[in-house]
């Protein structure tokens, strides 16, 4: 499972979906809602919500990758690990998350999955913030 906001795509995000890959069969994407953005970084996305959930889907599909994607839950940012019980959580190098919330949401949801930490893809080229879309946490 990754999650993040995947405004206007880049070589850096299809990097986070391979590196992520790696770890299980199929691919479960959560994309970041419009409102969650805005409220996390005082500003909307380039594009809207389903436009970059589509985009997504697409990308996976071109990859021949195995996998779901989905919106973020507004209310409860968290609900998502019940409802698709990922086996890995894999972040962003540079994703900002409360890692010891993270585990005792994971906790709750009686998953035993286990939270990787990718590595970085040009990040001086591809940061998502120089694309003026930084990745958000769940």
């Known amino acids: 499972m990754v999650f993040g906001t995947f405004d206007n795509l880049h070589p850096g995000h299809l990097s986070y979906f391979s590196q992520a890959r790696i770890f299980g069969e199929e691919l479960v994407v959560i994309v970041a809602r419009d409102r969650s953005v805005l409220e996390k970084k005082g500003r909307l996305p380039q594009e809207d919500e389903a436009r970059r959930a589509n985009k997504v889907r697409l990308v996976l599909k071109e990859l021949g990758y195995r996998g779901k994607v989905a919106l973020g839950n507004i209310k409860d940012h968290y609900s998502v ?3 698709f019980r990922p086996d ?4 962003g190098y540079d994703q900002q998350v409360n890692i010891k919330r993270l585990k005792s949401e994971i906790s ?3 998953l ?3 939270i990787k930490r990718l590595r970085p893809y040009q990040p001086e080229k591809y940061k998502s913030s120089y694309c003026h879309s930084d990745e958000v946490s769940i």
Do not use: N, Y
Request: proline share 0%.
């Open 88 to 91: 890995v959580i894999a972040l």
């Open 112 to 114: 035993f999955c286990k």
């Open 81 to 83: 690990l019940a409802r």
């Open 108 to 110: 709750k949801s009686r």
